[in-house]
């Protein structure tokens, strides 16, 4: 396996996370931010700017992660003529990761619905 081989595969698998550890360290940041500066006064369209644009990146963060489970799942069978198992395993391997990255970016979402900000 060469080197970009192995790095397509590892970010298939582990891009879901990626996704999902850059949302969840962009939410805690934005809200500390938010609270320290006192912009969480601050409306738009009459919702708080804070569970606006923490809900906007939760949009954009399952937007990607459903691309790389969309890629993944089409993902050809086999590249070269015998069938490989371990390619298989990996490709399923990558649809759970991102499903399980779907469920964190909506459980880190959630509490911006639910308890208003600095709260």
């Known amino acids: 396996m060469d080197n970009a081989s192995f790095i397509r595969k590892t970010f298939s698998v582990l891009g ?5 550890a850059a949302y969840f360290g962009f939410v805690y940041v934005f809200n500390a ?5 006192s912009f969480h006064r601050l409306h738009l369209l009459g919702f708080s ?5 923490i ?6 963060a399952a937007t990607g992660v459903l691309v790389l489970m969309f890629i993944a799942l089409r993902a050809p069978d086999h590249v070269e003529d015998t069938r ?3 390619a298989d395993f990996l490709r399923h391997l ?8 779907l469920l964190a970016i909506g459980w880190i979402g ?3 619905i639910i308890v208003p900000p600095c709260g």
């Open 16 to 20: 879901g996370l990626l996704i999902w």
């Open 33 to 37: 931010l938010a609270c320290a500066r």
């Open 49 to 53: 700017v804070v569970p606006l644009t």
């Open 55 to 60: 809900l906007s990146g939760a949009a954009i």
């Open 84 to 86: 490989d198992s371990s």
């Open 94 to 101: 990558a649809v759970g990761v991102a499903l399980l990255s």
């Open 110 to 112: 959630l509490p911006a």
